[in-house]
């Protein structure tokens, strides 16, 4: 996005993206970025960590915090750090986008709506989605009960997935943030390293493949990560609490790792560009998502500090 006065006002600051899981929080990031910083799947609860996504222009630096989706299910730990990283996430930034699907809303709505409503940023109202709404007219009565509800600056109308209607809403968030230096460096898109994105790419292949079969909780680490000469060689932990779910993702001799392992490989290597040699190993830990220790030593309280 470039602005005609873009020399005078350089302008810079935090956006927060909230909403429950699955109105495409990370899909409306990756495209704004043009890039893919966060997974995306049709099962919800697919981001878990906080990421910073760092949109830099001529005009602007952007720095958009991806969420994980504010969900009602209670009970472990996982579930609560999730819901209070999103939470915080809305506390200290400029604009607060909130996300939801045309013409749905839910319980898990309504608590995500609660959590926006206690932030004193800008508010806007992002109903995504829309290619998805045949009558047009529908969208009048929905929206208005949410903005009976609750207090919003702006509304917009947006098809993430279709790349539709997002620069008006770039601009509209351009005109709230404030006059100030980058943040980051220019080049920079992420505060995350790549480890962590290696991890991401095949805990996305995972979400793809056994959405049924698997619960959220499946986790990937990086055992070791070695260059040498021009081949990366890469082993990486994936972390289930039961036998079966490790049988599950090994298949039939094998057959069902084997693919996730080649998938994983091609994305990992598009990401770093570089050849990759991946080697997974599934392991089981019992009740993870319950233990505080074990959610720490896997990378879950590594998140962004302001
Ligand atoms: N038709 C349609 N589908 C979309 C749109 N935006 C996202 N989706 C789909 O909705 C699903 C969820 O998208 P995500 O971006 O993972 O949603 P999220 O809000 O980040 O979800 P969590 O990380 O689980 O909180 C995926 O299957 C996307 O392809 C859109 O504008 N139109
Ligand atoms: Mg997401």
């Known amino acids: 996005m470039d602005h005609p006065d873009s020399k005078q006002s350089y302008k810079s600051g935090y956006v927060a993206v909230i909403g429950r899981p699955n109105v495409g929080k990370s899909t409306f990031i990756n495209q ?24 830099s ?8 915090i991806d969420t994980p989706g504010i969900h009602n299910q209670k009970g472990t730990a996982l579930n609560k750090h999730l819901n209070q990283t999103a939470q915080s996430s809305s506390h200290g930034v400029d604009v607060v986008l909130f996300l939801v699907e045309a013409l749905k809303w839910t319980d898990e709505d309504r608590r995500a709506a609660k959590v926006m409503q206690q932030s004193s940023a800008k508010k806007i109202l992002v109903i995504n989605k829309i290619d998805k709404v045949k009558h047009k007219e529908q969208l009048m009565p929905f929206v208005e009960r949410l903005v ?13 997935l279709k790349n539709k209607h997002l620069e008006p809403l770039l601009k509209v968030i351009y005109d709230y ?29 995972l979400m793809e493949r056994f959405h049924q079969e698997l619960p959220y909780s499946v ?3 990086i055992e070791a990560y070695e260059i040498k000469g021009r ?24 057959d069902a790792i084997k693919q996730i392992g080649i998938k994983a490989r091609q994305a990992i290597e598009q990401f770093i560009e570089a050849k990759v ?6 392991k089981v830990k019992s009740s993870w998502t319950d233990d505080i220790k074990a959610i720490e030593a896997l990378g879950y309280t590594d998140e962004f500090k302001d």
């Open 277 to 282: 040699n991946l080697k997974l190993w599934v």
């Open 219 to 221: 986790t990937v680490n």
């Open 57 to 64: 222009t001529a005009a602007a630096q952007m720095v958009f």
């Open 32 to 55: 704004v970025l043009q890039q893919k910083l966060s997974i995306v799947s049709h099962k919800p609860q697919t981001t878990r960590h906080q990421i910073l996504a760092i949109h």
């Open 148 to 160: 009976g509800e609750h207090h919003f600056d702006q509304i917009h109308y947006i098809s993430a």
């Open 231 to 254: 081949m990366h060689h890469i082993h990486a932990n994936i972390w289930v609490e039961r036998n079966n779910q490790k049988r599950i993702i090994i298949g039939t001799q094998g």
């Open 177 to 205: 943030l404030p006059v100030g230096e980058p943040i980051f460096d220019e080049d920079q898109i992420s505060d995350r390293s790549t480890r962590f994105f290696i991890t991401e790419l095949i805990r996305e292949q």
